[in-house]
T-cell receptor, first 112, second 113 residues
Framework: AQSVAQPEDQVNVAEGNPLTVKCTYS??????LFWYVQYPNRGLQFLLK??????LVKGSYGFEAEFNKSQTSFHLKKPSALVSDSALYFC??????????FGAGTTVTVRA | ETGVTQTPRHLVMGMTNKKSLKCEQH?????MYWYKQSAKKPLELMFV???????ENNSVPSRFSPECPNSSHLFLHLHTLQPEDSALYLC????????????FGPGTRLTVL
């Protein structure tokens, strides 16, 4: 069975500081990894994905994520956070089938 | 976000009512999904349709009944729900064997009284 762990329920940072949201995964075979963001009263929006290739993946809104196979991690990062980045972030993994397994989510609060 | 639409956005129903949730995708995708999102819990995959055939039924109670009449439309029929079924129901679509990522609709906030 595949699974995702997001160890932090909440992350609080000041605007302009680096933002990191942690994710570790477990899956059989090659992992396909995703990050989504959810704003209040909205659906999930796709941010970025890792399928193969370069371990550093760049996505929307200045976010990037680093795939680390030995640590089975896929942490989301942003060099300089904005107040508008405050939202709920989900990490997800899929193996060789169609099923996406999501983490419980991390609430990010960026204070001005 | 307009690629996948869901109606209604909010629904309040009694335990004896019958209602339906509708999802429509305008992306030309060939797979559609229903998820349940409850507070402080991971998203729960309920049903998957690939090429209009149901390929996943994740031990969902029979009071939830999906229908996929074509590749663009997905319904979730609700009957005799329980208060614990109150949640945000999200629809998603994807193009299998190509993009892999799923695109989500805005969800239907369901409250069962």
């Amino acid at each position: 069975a595949q699974s995702v762990a997001q160890p932090e329920d909440q992350v609080n940072v000041a605007e302009g500081n680096p933002l990191t949201v942690k994710c570790t995964y477990s899956v059989s075979g090659n992992p396909y990894l995703f990050w989504y963001v959810q704003y209040p009263n909205r659906g999930l929006q796709f941010l970025l994905k890792y399928i193969t290739g370069d371990n550093l993946v760049k996505g929307s809104y200045g976010f990037e994520a680093e795939f680390n196979k030995s640590q089975t991690s896929f942490h989301l990062k942003k060099p300089s956070a904005l107040v508008s980045d405050s939202a709920l972030y989900f990490c997800a993994v899929r193996g060789n089938d169609y099923k996406l397994s999501f983490g419980a989510g991390t609430t990010v609060t960026v204070r001005a | 976000e307009t690629g996948v639409t869901q109606t209604p956005r909010h629904l309040v129903m009694g335990m004896t009512n019958k209602k339906s949730l509708k999802c429509e995708q305008h992306l030309g995708h060939n797979a559609m999904y229903w998820y349940k999102q409850s507070a402080k819990k991971p998203l729960e995959l309920m049903f998957v349709y690939s090429l209009e055939e149901r390929v996943e039924n994740n031990s969902v109670p029979s009071r939830f009944s999906p229908e996929c009449p074509n590749s663009s439309h997905l319904f979730l029929h609700l009957h005799t729900l329980q208060p614990e079924d109150s949640a945000l129901y999200l629809c998603a679509s994807s193009q299998e064997n190509r993009l892999l990522e799923q695109f989500f609709g805005p969800g239907t906030r369901l409250t069962v009284l």
